[in-house]
């Protein structure tokens, strides 16, 4: 157990419908972090957020939106989304993003979008 | 753009042999991570490599990174089961917040 939560676990919606990924972090870390793991390419950085604000956004399309209410929640959105979406959305956090922090990560959501 | 690769992608060796694992990237880094995954979990770090010449050692693992070759190795001395997993490098710019992953390494050890 890392101290990163996410829910739910497996997730499977279609492309009109609307859901949420939750992640959680219990060990008082500033900073957050959403990557996304497809089957045949690298993590991939979504967003990055330091002390509730957002300072990372790798192009990400706007049918992915992320919140973060406070420093121990983290939220993604999702939103007609398309089938190359299905994969392994993994959520991070680190006591701050400066120099020598390493992430702990949560157990991730598998996504399958029909 | 950062770039990030790892060598070899698939590794399939017996029990206590040796192996090196490779990490390029492309561009002035100021840290390095190395990171397991096994199947179904979670990344979970394993080292932290900061400086030109830095090695650390955990167990049958040991980490080194070279900034001026831009190289770090993951070498694995008398595998054992246990360690069959996939293993990432990551690298961070200066400055930036954006760790740049490598493709993995899919690690199996045979009996």
């Known amino acids: 157990e890392t101290g990163v939560t996410q829910t739910p676990r497996h997730l499977v919606m279609g492309m009109t419908n609307k859901k949420s990924l939750k992640c959680e972090q219990h060990l008082g870390h500033n900073a957050m972090y959403w990557y996304k793991q497809s089957a045949k390419k690298p993590l991939e950085l979504m967003f990055v957020y330091s002390l509730e604000e957002r300072v990372e956004n790798n192009s990400v399309p706007s049918r992915f939106s992320p919140e973060c209410p406070n420093s121990s929640h983290l939220f ?35 996504l399958s979008v029909l | 753009e950062l770039k990030v690769e790892q060598n070899p992608l698939f590794l399939s060796m017996q029990e206590g042999k ?64 246990d360690l069959s997993a996939t293993y990432f490098c990551a690298v961070v710019r200066y400055n930036n917040n954006d760790m740049r992953f490598g493709a993995g390494t899919r690690l199996t050890v045979k009996p």
């Not at chain 2, 192996?19 to 080292?47: A, H, M, V």
């Open chain 2, 18 to 81: 040796n192996y090196t694992i490779y990490c390029n990237y492309s561009t002035t880094s100021d840290r390095l991570y190395w990171y397991r995954q096994d199947p179904g979990k979670s990344l979970e770090s394993l080292f932290v490599l900061l400086s030109n010449g830095a090695v650390k050692q955990e167990g049958r693992l040991m980490a080194s990174l070279d900034t001026k070759a831009r190289l770090s190795t993951l070498h694995i001395t008398a595998a054992v089961h």
């Open chain 1, 76 to 110: 993604l959105h999702l939103h007609t989304l398309q089938p190359e979406d299905s994969a392994l959305y993994l959520c991070a956090s680190s006591s701050g993003t400066a120099t020598n922090e390493k992430l702990f990560f949560g157990s991730g959501t598998q």
